[in-house]
Structures are given as C-alpha cells and as structure tokens.
C-alpha cells in the first residue's frame, strides 16, 4: 500500500481482556517495528521484525504482550490479561532492510492504534 | 544505552522568525539522529536525519539541523517559522553499530507559531 496501516484505530476494552492490533506495512519494506507512545511521552521501542522474526523483542514489557508477522509482511501485536496501564497509542513502522553499508533508514510510521483499558 | 532530551516542553514563537527546537542525546558510540513531527491524529513524519558526513542536515519543509559532537546536541532550526509548522516535534537517536535498530525518542517539543 501506499502507507503503513494499522487497525483499528482506536479500541475500548476492560481490564483483564485479550486485544490484537494489526499492522500492515509497507509493500517491499522488510522490516518492521512496533513502538508504544504513552500521553505525554515520545515512542518507546517494543520489538523489531526483519522478515518473519523477530530480531529485536528487547522492549516487550512483560510476558503479556506478543507479536507475530508469519508471513513476513502483516504483523499483530497481541496483548493478553490488558492492564490499565496499557493504555497507550501502539505504533507500527516499516522500513527497508537496512546493511552494513546503506546506512540508516528511516522509519514509516503509521496513525497509530489507540488502546484504552477501563 | 542510547536516549534523547529534549528540555523545553513548549516553544512559542511568532511566525517568521526563526525557530529553534533543542536536542541533546547520549549513545555509547557514534550517533545516528533524527527529527520527525506528529500532527493530531497523524503518525509520525520524517523531517531530516544525521548519519555522517556534513554537521548541517537539511531536511523537508524548509527544516535543517546541526550535529553538535562536542556537544552533543542535534538542535532544530528553521529561519521563518510559519503557523502550519505547529505541531509535536520528536529527536530520535540510535547507537550506530550494526544490528541495532532500536530508536529512542526524546517526550517531544509542542511547537506553537503565533499568527
């Protein structure tokens, strides 16, 4: 697509629940990031995909939360048990792969998803 | 570890004069550096990156920024300011040894150009 997509774009939930947001990238871009941006605060790194895997899962908060992208292309982030606290706008960003020497990419982002936890 | 400051939450000036969003990072080895602006409701938009090379990085919509080693800053200037550059402006760094891909953004600078 001509954009990074997510969905949906906003979403209400009550604590305890199961939540799935959904990214769809960059057509071509390899690469793919979720970032989560709390009021108030700038992104803060959740996970980095490179192809199927996850090359970077550093900034999972807690065993809660899980991401997947199977094909390589679509991701989910999925979060289990949701607490008030993750009340957060999750953000997704595509890319091309990036090597020694092509130097840094820049990150796509999408709208964001906004998750509130009653 | 890597992170940004941007200390000034709010940045008002009138329209055409300049206009400075300040920056300072912390990475353990060389920096790779960002901008990017987020108006309501929109995602993030790329402005202008540091990778080497020139300290002067000219960027969209009139923007450039400064790579300061000594002092590590990467400030945000633009000689005219215009009401349509209000909006949240984010400093991003990363470390730029390969393999690391995190980016760590600064809580950003609302910036309000006063008609």
């Known amino acids: 697509g001509a954009g990074v997509s997510q969905t949906p774009s906003n979403k209400v939930t009550e604590k305890g629940k199961y939540v799935e947001l959904r990214c769809d990238p960059i057509?071509?871009?390899?690469?793919l990031y979720w970032y989560r941006q709390s009021l108030g605060q700038g992104p803060e790194f959740l996970i980095y995909?490179?192809?199927?895997?996850?090359?970077?899962d550093s900034g999972l908060p807690n065993d809660r939360f899980f991401a997947v992208r199977p094909e390589g292309s679509v991701s989910t982030l999925k979060i289990q048990r949701t607490e008030r606290g993750d009340s957060a706008v999750y953000l997704c960003?595509?890319?091309?792969?990036?090597?020694?020497?092509?130097?840094?990419?820049?990150?796509?982002f999408g709208a964001g998803s906004r998750l509130t936890v009653l | 570890a890597q992170s940004v400051a941007q200390p000034e939450d709010q940045v008002n000036v009138a329209e055409g004069n300049p206009l400075t969003v300040k920056c300072t990072y912390s990475v353990s080895g060389n920096p790779y550096l960002f901008w990017y602006v987020q108006y309501p409701n929109r995602g993030l938009q790329f402005l202008l990156k540091y990778i080497t090379g020139d300290n002067l990085v000219k960027g969209s919509y009139g923007f450039e920024a400064e790579f300061n080693k000594s002092q590590t800053s990467f400030h945000l200037k633009k000689p005219s300011a215009l009401v349509s550059d209000s909006a949240l402006y984010f400093c991003?760094?990363?470390?730029?040894?390969?393999?690391?891909?995190?980016?760590?953004f600064g809580k950003g600078n609302q910036v309000v150009v006063i008609p």
């Open positions: 960003a595509s890319s091309l792969h990036e090597t020694r020497f092509s130097g840094a990419n820049v990150l796509t």
């Open positions: 991003a760094v990363r470390d730029s040894y390969y393999g690391n891909n995190r980016l760590a």
């Open positions: 995909f490179q192809g199927t895997g996850a090359a970077d």
């Open positions: 057509s071509g871009h390899t690469a």
